[in-house]
């Protein structure tokens, strides 16, 4: 059932195509062929020697880079190195995160020196507060001490 306004393909006029049509055609695409091919043998000569100036030619002229000339200074082309020339016994450089990251460590590896040796003010307050957890212990054990000898005084006395 065809829908409102909708008309499907069906029952339109076929259009053939004319044979000498078809006939041209054919002819046109032997000819492009025929004129590639010789093309390829007489370029393949000249091509050897203007090859490297034609691939730097259309990398530099690729889109808009051909219509206006720009140098951008952010750009970083990737040079290649000879393997001669890399140096692998040189040192290499850190990064700046890993330069961050080994003076995070050795800064860390020198404070808790210090803290051991006492002369941080977070050790200082540390050991103040373990003195005056000694003598809250000290002072408590005596206390346990002496309600020990009280009660057994008093229960040697209830014994008599």
Do not use: C, W
């Not at 890993?98 to 995070?104: D, F, G, V, Y």
């Amino acid at each position: 059932m065809p829908r409102g306004g909708k008309k499907g393909h069906k029952g339109r006029g076929k259009q053939f195509s004319n044979p000498e049509e078809i006939d041209r055609q054919m002819r046109v695409q032997r000819e492009m062929e025929e004129n590639a091919g010789a093309e390829k043998e007489s370029s393949a000569e000249s091509e050897e020697e203007s090859s490297s100036d034609e691939e730097s030619e259309s990398r530099r002229r690729s889109g808009v880079e051909g219509l206006i000339e720009i140098e951008n200074p952010n750009r970083v082309s990737q040079k290649s190195k000879k393997v001669a020339e890399v140096d692998v016994t040189a040192p290499r450089e850190l990064t700046r995160r890993e330069r961050e990251e080994i003076e995070k460590q050795k800064s860390k590896e020198r404070y808790m020196k210090l803290h051991l040796e006492g002369k941080t003010e977070q050790a200082r307050a540390d050991l103040a507060r373990l003195a005056i957890i000694k003598k809250q212990r000290e002072e408590a054990a005596k206390k346990r001490d002496e309600l020990r000898k009280e009660k057994e005084a008093e229960e040697a006395k209830a014994k008599r």
